[in-house]
């Protein structure tokens, strides 16, 4: 079980967005530590979409000490040490190495994310397991409270929902008879326009890498017959 742990939020909206965050990637459990009031008719749950219908109306009001005692916890921060010589906040995780950290992990898990300016303080930290950061620029790395909750579950979803929740997203590639034949006319056209023989295999070469990387789908490989069509019909007008 993945629970989501705000603790010490200022303003209610981002309480909201989190818990939006949370319905948009498969979370349920929303914990919060020390929360601002949370109205039927404020931001928060004005911020919340959907998920002012079950997580936020469901979230639990706890205290950090439990959450302690009581999970496997990860802690978000935007500043972290560079090395080994403080713990604190070093080593860390980005989301992405988290994800496949905690898949098949069998504990309860608690992600805890910190105050709008200061975060999670060190000594919350010093008690945390793992500490997670997002890479940003290193000239402004602190994002805001509901934009990093936002980013981090978007990197998690696959803790919190199986393939089958997740819409299939496949590669519509052109057959490979049909961009040979795309490559053949590519050539013929060069031809036709006075392109350097001389220069054609290694153009080829280029355009076959160049394709074969855009993995080009039906539609753009018949649109693209159309162009050479108008290039060899306008070489030969002329």
Do not use: W
């Amino acid at each position: 079980m993945i629970s989501v742990v705000v603790v010490d939020a200022e303003t209610p909206g981002n309480v909201g967005t989190i818990a939006r965050a949370m319905k948009n990637f498969g979370f349920t459990d929303l914990k919060l530590v020390d929360p601002p009031e949370l109205h039927r008719d404020g931001e928060a749950y004005g911020f919340a979409g959907q998920a002012r219908e079950d997580v936020l109306p469901n979230a639990d009001v706890v205290t950090f000490e439990e959450v302690v005692e009581e999970f496997h916890t990860v802690g978000f921060t935007a500043t972290t040490n560079e090395d080994s010589r403080k713990h604190v906040r070093f080593p860390f995780s980005t989301p992405e190495e988290l994800a496949d950290d905690l898949a098949g992990v069998e504990s309860d898990t608690a992600l805890l994310f910190g105050r709008e300016r200061v975060g999670l303080t060190n000594e919350e930290l010093a008690r945390i397991d793992q500490v997670c950061a997002i890479p940003a620029s290193a000239e402004y790395p602190v994002l805001n409270l509901g934009q990093a909750a936002t980013i981090a579950l978007y990197e998690l979803r696959g803790l919190a929902m199986d393939d089958s929740q997740l819409p299939e997203v496949e590669r519509e590639r052109a057959s490979e008879p049909e961009i040979e034949r795309f490559y053949e006319r590519f050539d013929a056209t060069l031809g036709s326009v006075g392109y350097p023989e001389g220069k054609r295999p290694k153009t080829m070469r280029l355009v076959r890498r160049l394709f074969g990387r855009a993995h080009p789908t039906q539609r753009e490989i018949t649109t693209l017959h159309g162009v050479l069509r108008a290039i060899e019909r306008a070489t030969r007008e002329r």
